[in-house]
RNA sequence: GGGAGCUUAGCUCAGCUGGUUCAGAGCAUCUGCCUUACAAGCAGAGGGUCGACGGUUCGAAUCCGCCAGCUCCCA
């Protein structure tokens, strides 16, 4: 067959895909054997995958394809979440812009019909962009977060944890997104720092009957528009400044309304001018101010961040609008004093991160975290679940954990599972999974029948549907004790990007512990944050992140998937740049080369050519070592290292190496026994290298030889590697350094690659040449190779270990530039000798070290002193 | 303000339980090669007082303290 000259991706790519799916390679259903399960972190389905999702998705694929190969029941949940707000605003914008449709236009129905259909288009490019990817999920099991089974087990946790008593509703100070018009939680708000000003604004003072002292009291605040809600002045009981003006009163300038002057430490003397407004409905403190000090609580702002009607002025005006008239307002009337330089930090939506998320009293629902927390930190703590890397990782958990605040869920969209809480018209309500149940429930609570009864408008949040996601992707909820669920669960990893710890990774362990009373998942595995080349986030509006596909166009998936997982130690950010597929690219090629090599090899019995046994042996000790090496990084989750140690094994234990020692001369027929071994070791190094480049390393496979029906390396089974016999690896170690340091003294004295040499080695030992005579003769271009006890005149000698070599060349040879070399390698080993002669002369040394760090310091000794011996003997004939 | 992590070759990073298997890898650089698998390649080479200072130790890139710079999380 006619190879070409590179290896060529993309139909190796869609072949293989195509065949494995066909064979059912990726399907899994409960058997004998152990389970291996990841259910992949949903990507949500409001656009496409990023860097970030590639790395995710190579990891997961790299740790299902090892177990599928490792004798485990393998099996990958593919799936997305439906991303309630992020979702629903693209929805939204994308009514208005390609429709000219309104969402108030739209009944529910309506509007969750459009939104299936954005789900259909966006759900199918991410699941297209896993295939390309090569990730070997089970496609029959493809789940979404809004599926019927699904949406029912929201709704059932729910209404159970309602009963339990971990959901209430309540008035709560929430995160409000104005721009979405929706509820927040804590962990949705982004904290940026931005430049603002501290406006210093004077009120006038008043006493208890209401007459003007003529007296002011200047506060200092961020937020001038929301001068109209404040209730109170509060100053530090401590503060002698204010100390008189207990009793008094001030006048909120623009509305004046009289409010009280209150005295509480919370206050900050140094802080402004020591005087705070105090606005209860606007800000967490000012609330918690409120709250003990009995004040009016004035809202006045909209749900879409305009003044209300309560401000009285500025009605209807954007919240920073109203915040320029204000502060002209006034600076008319003469109350501005000064406006200040200020560094604050701002709170933004997570989903629309150009939006000013606003403090803001609401009812809304919310789950009760305490109770749940505890048995989700003590499964962490105690390893029940492994966090890696973990030392970085457990204290954040601990600290969100022991600190954690009720959750609010409940959001003022359609899109996600509506709240099952319906109500009658006097706002007495009831949790039921359906209105029937909610109908006879009602009944029995407040002893009557209910005409109507409305649901709640509200929905959930998604991660109160996601962190359900290990459990119901097997119908864990909905159908408890199925066969699919008692099999699966607990799951085996979850792979997913730190900045998520809190949103998913601490609650998933909290549901799973609570509906099946055991951890979610052995083993969490954080990988870093994707960044360019210049260490900046991947981001749309900078334009840094490389498109998916088109990557995987010009290198092939195998390279991508190589380029993203060679620099990537676990929680590390990885700095992504082109040039990392590039060598994944040209690693595919070099392998390609080999086969190339191999297949041009014609098998025979008895060539008369010496049988290279001593590089048989020798690669074969190498795969078992780095076999071996590799499981033990696979347990550790060191997945870029194992994938460095296979890279080199391939390029350079075996290409540069081994091919070149067994290699047959020019149309010479290769010893049939070697070639079959090669043949092996061949598809040894493959079936390693498959879980990070499955494409590539499956066509090699089948180009290898002829394959029965069945043999494919996508399930093939590892066999547990040899142990390693030390001395092979030792010689062969030697043979390496040897050709090395002759190769760099041919070299340094210009004698061609095609110039032939007469190498004679002056050694004790002999008998560790023997074996590899052959391979040094090929290797280096020896016409002739012998031992001998004298040096030899007119060559060109060097020490490697303490053997001497003297090499005959057909050229002129240098001597001063082998002085030279020699003379630099004399000093560093005196300077080495010294320092190991100080050690061993150390009393405090030969007592304390341990008896083999002062015996391997005598050996140290004597390996140098015979060295030096030989550099100076050989220095003498120069 | 609280916490965590990072700082090793020009760049990106490995270096687990302290001792030449400890100063490494890959890119990049330099030299020589179109040697019949591979120039997307082959054969070699150069390059770092392991952020600063102090301590523990016979011995520190490695353990401890402190400082500086960078990053992230939380308030």
């Given at each position: 067959?006619?190879?070409?000259?590179?290896?060529i991706?993309?139909?190796?790519?869609?072949k293989?895909?195509?065949?494995?799916?066909d064979k059912?390679?990726?399907?899994?259903?409960?058997?004998?054997r152990?389970p291996?399960?990841?259910?992949?972190?949903?990507?949500?389905v409001?656009?496409?995958?990023?860097?970030g999702?590639?790395?995710?998705?190579?990891?997961?694929?790299?740790?299902?394809?090892h177990?599928?190969?490792s004798g485990?029941?393998?099996?990958?949940v593919?799936?997305?979440?439906?991303?309630?707000?992020?979702?629903?605003?693209?929805?939204?914008?994308?009514?208005?812009?390609?429709?000219?449709?309104?969402?108030?236009q739209?009944?529910?129905p309506?509007?969750?019909?459009?939104?299936?259909?954005w789900?259909?288009?966006?759900?199918?490019?991410i699941?297209?962009?896993?295939?390309?990817l090569g990730?070997?999920?089970?496609?029959?099991?493809v789940?979404?977060?809004m599926?019927?089974?699904?949406?029912?087990?929201?709704?059932?946790?729910?209404?159970?944890?309602?009963?339990?008593?971990?959901?209430y509703?309540?008035?709560?100070?929430?995160?409000?997104?104005?721009?979405?018009?929706?509820?927040?939680?804590d962990?949705?708000v982004?904290?940026?720092e931005?430049n603002?000003?501290?406006?210093?604004?004077?009120?006038?003072?008043v006493?208890?009957?209401?007459?003007?002292?003529?007296?002011?009291?200047?506060i200092?605040?961020?937020?001038?528009?929301?001068?109209?809600?404040d209730?109170?002045?509060?100053?530090?009981p401590?503060?002698?400044?204010?100390?008189?003006?207990?009793?008094?009163?001030?006048?909120?300038?623009?509305?004046?309304?009289?409010?009280?002057?209150?005295?509480?430490?919370?206050?900050?003397?140094?802080?402004?001018?020591g005087?705070?407004?105090?606005?209860?409905?606007?800000?967490?403190?000012?609330?918690?101010?409120?709250l003990?000090h009995?004040?009016?609580v004035?809202?006045?702002?909209?749900?879409?961040?305009?003044?209300?009607?309560?401000?009285?002025?500025?009605?209807?005006?954007?919240?920073?609008?109203?915040?320029?008239k204000?502060?002209?307002a006034?600076?008319e009337?003469?109350?501005?004093v000064?406006?200040?330089?200020?560094?604050?930090?701002l709170?933004?939506?997570?989903?629309?991160?150009?939006?000013?998320?606003?403090?803001?009293?609401?009812?809304?629902?919310?789950?009760?975290?305490?109770?749940?927390?505890?048995?989700?930190l003590?499964?962490?703590?105690n390893?029940?679940?492994k966090?890696?890397?973990g030392?970085?990782?457990l204290?954040t958990?601990?600290?969100?954990?022991?600190n954690?605040?009720?959750?609010?869920?409940s959001?003022?969209?359609?899109?996600?599972?509506?709240?099952?809480?319906?109500?009658?018209?006097?706002?007495?309500?009831v949790?039921?999974?359906?209105h029937?149940?909610?109908?006879?429930?009602?009944?029995?609570?407040?002893?009557?029948?209910?005409?109507?009864?409305?649901?709640?408008?509200?929905?959930?949040?998604?991660?109160?549907?996601?962190?359900?996601?290990?459990m119901?992707?097997?119908?864990?909820?909905?159908?408890?004790?199925n066969?699919?669920?008692?099999?699966?669960?607990p799951?085996?990893?979850?792979?997913?990007?730190?900045d998520?710890i809190?949103?998913?990774?601490a609650?998933?362990?909290?549901?799973?512990?609570?509906?099946?009373?055991?951890?979610p998942?052995s083993d969490?595995?954080?990988?870093?944050?994707?960044?360019d080349?210049?260490?900046r986030?991947?981001?749309?509006?900078?334009?840094?992140?490389?498109?998916?596909?088109?990557l995987?166009?010009r290198?092939?998936?195998?390279?991508?998937?190589?380029?993203?997982?060679?620099s990537?130690?676990?929680?590390n950010d990885?700095?992504?740049?082109?040039?990392?597929?590039?060598?994944?690219r040209?690693?595919?090629n070099k392998m390609?080369n080999?086969?190339?090599?191999?297949?041009?090899?014609?098998?025979g019995?008895?060539?008369?050519?010496?049988?290279p046994?001593?590089?048989?042996?020798?690669?074969?000790?190498?795969?078992?070592?780095v076999h071996?090496?590799?499981?033990k990084?696979?347990?550790?989750?060191?997945?870029?290292?194992?994938?460095?140690?296979?890279?080199?094994?391939?390029?350079?234990?075996?290409?540069?190496?081994?091919?070149?020692?067994?290699?047959p001369?020019?149309?010479?027929?290769i010893d049939?026994?070697?070639?079959?071994k090669?043949?092996?070791?061949?598809e040894r190094?493959l079936?390693?290298?498959?879980?990070?480049?499955?494409?590539?390393?499956?066509?090699?496979?089948?180009?290898?030889?002829?394959?029965?029906?069945g043999?494919?390396?996508?399930?093939?089974?590892?066999?547990?590697?040899?142990?390693?016999?030390?001395?092979i690896?030792?010689?062969?170690a030697l043979?390496?350094?040897?050709?090395?340091?002759?190769?760099?003294?041919?070299?340094?004295?210009?004698?061609?690659?095609?110039?032939?040499?007469?190498?004679?080695?002056?050694t004790?030992?002999?008998?560790?040449f023997?074996?590899?005579?052959?391979?040094?003769?090929?290797?280096l271009?020896?016409?002739?190779?012998?031992y001998t006890?004298e040096a030899?005149p007119g060559?060109?000698?060097?020490?490697?270990g303490?053997?001497?070599?003297?090499?005959?060349?057909?050229?002129e040879?240098?001597p001063?530039?082998?002085k030279?070399?020699?003379l630099?390698?004399?000093?560093?080993?005196?300077?080495?000798?010294?320092?190991?002669?100080?050690?061993?002369?150390?009393?405090?040394?030969?007592?304390?070290a341990?008896?083999?760090a002062?015996?391997?310091?005598?050996?140290?000794?004597?390996d140098?002193?015979?060295?030096?011996?030989?550099i100076?003997?050989?220095?003498?004939?120069?």
């Open positions: 067959m006619e190879l070409s000259k590179n290896y991706p993309a139909s190796a790519e869609d293989w895909y195509q065949y494995w799916m059912q390679y990726f399907r899994s259903v409960p058997d004998e152990p291996f399960t990841i259910v992949i972190p949903p990507p949500n409001t656009g496409v995958l990023h860097m999702h590639t790395l995710n998705e190579t990891v997961q694929d790299i740790l299902v394809r177990a599928r190969m485990f029941n393998a099996c990958w593919p799936g997305s979440d439906h991303a309630s707000i992020a979702t629903e605003s693209k929805v939204v914008n994308m009514l208005k812009e390609e429709k000219g449709i309104e969402k108030s739209l009944t529910r309506e509007f969750l019909k459009y939104a299936y259909e789900k259909e288009k966006y759900g199918g490019i699941y297209h962009q896993i295939k390309k990730c070997s999920v089970d496609w029959d099991r789940s979404f977060t599926d019927d089974h699904y949406y029912q087990a929201v709704i059932r946790v729910f209404v159970d944890l309602y009963n339990k008593g971990l959901i509703r309540g008035a709560r100070m929430i995160n409000w997104d104005p721009k979405a018009k929706t509820a927040l939680s962990e949705e982004e904290y940026k931005i603002g000003k501290l406006y210093h604004v004077k009120y006038a003072v006493n208890a009957a209401g007459e003007a002292t003529g007296e002011f009291i200047t200092a605040t961020q937020r001038p528009e929301t001068i109209m809600g209730t109170a002045i509060c100053v530090n401590d503060d002698e400044r204010y100390a008189h003006l207990k009793g008094h009163y001030a006048v909120v300038p623009l509305v004046n309304r009289k409010v009280p002057v209150i005295f509480d430490e919370y206050v900050d003397k140094e802080f402004g001018t005087a705070l407004k105090v606005t209860p409905a606007h800000d967490i403190n000012d609330y918690n101010l409120g003990k009995n004040l009016e004035v809202d006045t702002l909209n749900d879409d961040g305009t003044l209300s009607a309560a401000a009285i002025v500025f009605v209807g005006e954007d919240r920073f609008r109203a915040r320029k204000v502060i002209a006034l600076a009337e003469g109350l501005l000064k406006e200040q330089e200020y560094t604050t930090r709170g933004y939506s997570q989903r629309n991160p150009d939006t000013v998320v606003e403090p803001r009293i609401s009812t809304q629902w919310f789950v009760k975290m305490a109770d749940m927390a505890q048995p989700a003590d499964a962490v703590v390893g029940e679940v966090i890696h890397p030392d970085r990782f204290a958990y601990k600290y969100w954990m022991e954690v605040k009720d959750w609010c869920i959001r003022q969209l359609w899109w996600g599972q509506q709240i099952p809480a319906w109500y009658d018209d006097a706002g007495q309500f949790v039921a999974e359906t029937d149940d909610a109908l006879k429930l009602y009944a029995e609570k407040f002893g009557k029948t209910a005409t109507t009864l409305r649901q709640d408008e509200d929905c959930l949040d998604t991660w109160f549907s996601s962190w359900l996601w290990p119901e992707v097997f119908n864990g909820i909905s159908q408890p004790d066969a699919d669920i008692n099999y699966y669960y799951t085996s990893v979850l792979v997913t990007g730190q998520i809190f949103f998913w990774v609650r998933m362990i909290m549901a799973g512990l609570e509906y099946k009373h055991e951890k998942f969490v595995y954080f990988t870093g944050m994707v960044r080349k210049l260490g986030k991947m981001s749309k509006q900078l334009g840094n992140s490389p498109d998916l596909l088109e995987i166009e290198f092939g998936a195998d390279a991508v998937r190589f380029g993203i997982m060679i990537s130690p676990a929680g990885l700095l992504f740049d082109d040039t990392s597929c590039e060598q994944g040209n690693f595919n390609w080999a086969l190339k090599l191999v297949k041009m090899w014609k098998p019995q008895n060539t008369g050519a010496p049988v046994e001593f590089a048989v042996e020798w690669m074969e000790n190498r795969l078992n070592e071996a090496e590799v499981e990084l696979f347990k550790d989750f060191r997945l870029s290292e194992a994938l460095k140690a296979i890279y080199s094994l391939i390029w350079d234990d075996f290409c540069s190496w081994y091919l070149e020692w067994i290699k001369g020019f149309e010479q027929p049939a026994g070697v070639y079959e090669t043949i092996g070791f061949f190094l079936q390693l290298l498959h879980p990070f480049m499955p494409f590539v390393s499956e066509e090699l496979y089948h180009l290898l030889r002829e394959r029965q029906p043999d494919d390396l996508v399930i093939r089974q590892f066999v547990a590697p040899a142990a390693t016999h030390q001395p690896l030792v010689e062969g043979a390496k350094e040897v050709i090395t340091s002759i190769r760099d003294a041919r070299n340094k004295n210009q004698v061609k690659p095609k110039d032939t040499i007469a190498l004679h080695i002056e004790r030992h002999q008998n560790a023997q074996r590899i005579e052959s391979i040094l003769a090929k290797q271009n020896a016409r002739e190779l012998t006890k030899i060559a060109v000698s060097l020490v490697v303490k053997d001497k070599f003297y090499m005959v060349t057909d050229t040879v240098d001063a530039a082998q030279e070399s020699l630099k390698d004399l000093v560093y080993q005196q300077g080495f000798l010294k320092s190991v002669d100080a050690k061993l002369a150390n009393e405090k040394f030969v007592q304390n341990k008896p083999e002062v015996e391997a310091e005598r050996r140290k000794k004597a140098c002193e015979a060295r030096i011996q030989a100076e003997e050989s220095l003498k004939l120069l």
